[in-house]
């Protein structure tokens, strides 16, 4: 199964917002699920964002009501929007597909929240 690609990370300063986007390889009806994790030099990889086929999100607490994960099924697509960013939420972000084939990971793109 083919990577998805994620695309949008960069740099910001504390407060800024991102948008990035995950494209999967494959129609999104074949897709369980989507989900953002990141991780920070140093730490485990940990969830971020959640989303369903059917819609169902869920977030990590670090990040409620400052992220928001949707999809655009028509491009394959899913977006994590990022506001009120912090120096904390500096990390690879990563994107993954979880399909009857299995979970297939991106490469990662990195977000740097600083002044």
């Known amino acids: 199964q083919v990577q998805p690609v994620e695309s949008g990370g960069g740099l910001v300063q504390p407060g800024g917002s991102l948008r990035l986007s995950c494209a999967a390889s494959?129609?999104?009806?074949?897709?369980?699920?989507m989900a953002w994790y990141r991780q920070a030099p140093g730490e485990q990889r940990e969830l971020v964002a959640r989303?369903?086929?059917?819609?169902?999100?869920n977030y990590a607490d670090s990040v409620k009501g400052r992220f928001t994960i949707s999809r655009d099924n028509a491009k394959n697509t899913v977006y994590l929007q990022m506001n009120s960013l912090k120096p904390e939420d500096t990390a690879v972000y990563y994107c993954?597909?979880?399909?009857?084939?299995?979970?297939?990971w991106g490469q990662g793109t990195q977000v740097t929240v600083s002044s």
């Open positions: 494959i129609s999104m009806r074949s897709i369980n699920a």
């Open positions: 993954n597909t979880d399909t009857r084939w299995g979970i297939t």
């Open positions: 989303i369903t086929s059917g819609g169902t999100t």
